[in-house]
Every structure is written in C-alpha cells, then in structure tokens.
C-alpha cells in the first residue's frame, strides 16, 4: 500500500506530497512541528501534543490553520489511511509561502502537513533490553529551545556525530558542563539516593510530553523526582541513566562518552518506568476504543 500524506487540505500520494519552492519553512525554518507515537491505531497523548503545538504558534506568531479539533481529524485520518498500528505521525506547520523576505509577509496562509508511518515495536523492545550508549557534545543551539522549531540543523549535527561514533544518543552539555537535553530526547539520571533527576523546563530544553507522563507515573509510585540541572560528571558517577522521548519511550542508558553507568547493564528503575509507560499507553487505547 502507498503511503498518504495530507498537505494543505489534500491527501495525496506520499511521493506526490510537495509545498512551494518559497514556503517559508524551506527557506527560513520558520514553521514548527509535533510528532507523536501511534499504539495499536491509537495516537498517544493527542491533547499534550496539541497544546505544546499551539504553545510554539503563539511564540513564532503564527496563525492555527485549522481549528483544534479539525487538525486532530486531520492526524487522525492520516494514521487510518495509512493503516499504522505502531509507529508515529509527523506534524509540520510553517508560516507559508511569500516572497523571500526575512520579515514576516503581511499576509501569508500557513502550511500544513501531515504524515504517518509504522515502525517495528520489536526493535525498539531489544535497545530496551540491551540500553543504549550516549557521546556528550557542546551544546550550540538557540537560547528558544523550548518551541518546537523545525530548525534542528545542532540537533541534526549532534545526532551526526553520535551515530558516526557508534552511539545511539549525543547529550548536549552547556558551558557550565551542565547537560541539557539530548538531540531528540530528554535525558535523565538516578542519583545515588535513588532519585531522578531531569532538568527543570526552562529555554534551554523542549517541555518532552513522553518526560512529564513518565514524571507523573514515577510520582504515583513513590519515587522521588528533582528537576534540577546535573553536570556530566554526575551523569557518569550515577547509579542509572536513561532518556524519554516519544520514538523511544523509556530507553536505559548503559554508558557516556564510554563510561559504564553503574554495571553497564539497564537499571532496574528505567526497566520499571518503562513498564508504567508501556501500560500507560495501554490505558490510552482502551478509553479510546471505550469510547467508539
């Protein structure tokens, strides 16, 4: 079956899904985007994603191009027609096409696309079994990386450079030698008093909507959690690491920069939230199909 795209009120052919040579988010990056897991035909956490979406508008002064609830038919339709059971949509909404100029055009329509597609849920339960290993690398990216912007040009670099060193994850570290976030996820250590520690959402990072569930889910078990920043140093000396993020859900981290994370095996607490998290989502598709 062909995939479908939906660009600008039209569902199309995947490989006929184009936008015009000066749609503003080629030219500029100016547009943001969501992307969001699909269980069993169920897109998980629509309504954080949502809100985050219509955050990083109002920031970028960009217009909704569809009500709420239309958009959410939109993804929706989407995932249906292409028939995912487990995988992701992908969101993009830029400030549309007009004359290549840096200020924003007086009038603009902006564009919209959505994709959806699958994704093998087995390889992403053997990373979990197995845990992945992070590189650490200076963190060069905007002071507004709390709006989901489509620039990730240091996202991309960092992501790169982890991938060519045969790493699953780049962390970003500040000038303090503080970490941030990952390139595409939030990241996250157990201290050695058996607290998680993440850092405090503020403009250095991304709101992750897969990090504030798996806050909540830690809470309603009794362990504690601290947002607060934390060095590489004590990201290496801690007893586990791991890392959230809507593609990878709940993945241990098993080594930084080549250091082992406590015995270099997944730890027991990343495990155990990764099992809240699985039924979490659980529970999302049955009120969903409860629902129907």
């Given at each position: 079956m062909s995939r479908i795209a939906y660009v600008n009120g039209r569902y199309v052919p995947h490989r006929d899904a184009v936008v015009h040579v000066e749609d503003r988010g080629y030219q500029f990056a100016d547009g943001v985007y969501e992307v969001s897991a699909v269980r069993d035909?169920?897109?998980?956490?629509?309504?954080?994603?949502?809100?985050?979406?219509?955050?990083?508008?109002?920031?970028?002064?960009?217009?909704?191009?569809?009500?709420?609830?239309?958009?959410?038919?939109?993804?929706?339709?989407?995932?249906?027609?292409?028939?995912?059971?487990?995988?992701?949509?992908?969101l993009q909404i830029t400030r549309g096409v007009a004359r290549r100029d840096h200020a924003f055009p007086a009038a603009a329509r902006p564009s919209v696309v959505v994709t959806a597609r699958s994704v093998d849920p087995a390889r992403a339960e053997a990373m979990a079994r197995q845990g992945v290993g992070v590189i650490t690398v200076p963190d060069i990216r905007w002071e507004r990386c709390d709006i989901k912007s489509v620039s990730l040009l240091p996202n991309v670099l960092a992501k790169q450079q982890a991938r060519a060193a045969g790493a699953y994850e780049a962390w970003l570290v500040d000038e303090a030698g503080r970490v941030t976030e990952g390139s595409s996820t939030n990241a996250w250590i157990v201290d050695r008093d058996g607290a998680l520690v993440t850092r405090s959402i503020d403009n250095a990072i991304l709101s992750g909507i897969t990090r504030a569930a798996v806050m909540e889910l830690a809470r309603l078990q009794q362990i504690r959690v601290v947002e607060r920043s934390f060095t590489l140093d004590e990201a290496k000396s801690a007893r586990e690491a791991f890392i959230t993020s809507t593609t990878s859900y709940v993945l241990p981290v098993v080594s930084v920069d080549g250091v082992k994370i406590g015995n270099g095996q997944p730890g027991e607490v990343a495990r155990r939230l990764r099992e809240l998290y699985a039924g979490y989502m659980a529970g999302q598709q049955d009120r969903r199909q409860a629902g129907r």
């Amino acid at each position: 079956m062909s995939r479908i795209a939906y660009v600008n009120g039209r569902y199309v052919p995947h490989r006929d899904a184009v936008v015009h040579v000066e749609d503003r988010g080629y030219q500029f990056a100016d547009g943001v985007y969501e992307v969001s897991a699909v269980r069993d035909g169920v897109v998980i956490d629509m309504e954080p994603h949502l809100d985050r979406l219509e955050r990083s508008l109002r920031e970028l002064s960009i217009s909704p191009p569809m009500s709420r609830a239309a958009l959410a038919v939109v993804i929706r339709e989407v995932v249906r027609r292409n028939r995912v059971r487990d995988g992701l949509f992908y969101l993009q909404i830029t400030r549309g096409v007009a004359r290549r100029d840096h200020a924003f055009p007086a009038a603009a329509r902006p564009s919209v696309v959505v994709t959806a597609r699958s994704v093998d849920p087995a390889r992403a339960e053997a990373m979990a079994r197995q845990g992945v290993g992070v590189i650490t690398v200076p963190d060069i990216r905007w002071e507004r990386c709390d709006i989901k912007s489509v620039s990730l040009l240091p996202n991309v670099l960092a992501k790169q450079q982890a991938r060519a060193a045969g790493a699953y994850e780049a962390w970003l570290v500040d000038e303090a030698g503080r970490v941030t976030e990952g390139s595409s996820t939030n990241a996250w250590i157990v201290d050695r008093d058996g607290a998680l520690v993440t850092r405090s959402i503020d403009n250095a990072i991304l709101s992750g909507i897969t990090r504030a569930a798996v806050m909540e889910l830690a809470r309603l078990q009794q362990i504690r959690v601290v947002e607060r920043s934390f060095t590489l140093d004590e990201a290496k000396s801690a007893r586990e690491a791991f890392i959230t993020s809507t593609t990878s859900y709940v993945l241990p981290v098993v080594s930084v920069d080549g250091v082992k994370i406590g015995n270099g095996q997944p730890g027991e607490v990343a495990r155990r939230l990764r099992e809240l998290y699985a039924g979490y989502m659980a529970g999302q598709q049955d009120r969903r199909q409860a629902g129907r």
